[in-house]
């Protein structure tokens, strides 16, 4: 068994095994700053923060971790709906709409002549 652990650098079998367990807690120390990353956060920079300084109490990784696994919320669409107004037509294109409409034969000119009263009376 020590020659698994035996080296020229003369380091212990409990050195090796510390430095085993201060890498693996390293890397447990910074899941939450990796899953941000992988999942391209918008707070990336926050999460990474928060988990650099406040993460060796547990309340501060807890809450890195939650934020880097929620879901990123989706901007709000407003739709604007623009109306174009109304533009009051005078009497003389409707009118000339209407002639238009009794020289194509859309119209007789009996209804010519009553849109015509109509119109012209206002």
Known sequence: MNLLF???SGLSEQDTVLTIMIIVGICIYFIPS???LLRMKRNLVAIIALNFFLGWSLIGWV???VWSLSSDSKP???IVNQQTPKVEENGVDKLTKLKKLLDDGAITQ???DQQKGVILKK
């Open 6 to 8: 035996q080296s020229n």
């Open 34 to 36: 990796v899953i941000a």
């Open 63 to 65: 809450i890195s971790l």
């Open 76 to 78: 709000a669409r407003i």
């Open 110 to 112: 009996d209804e010519f």
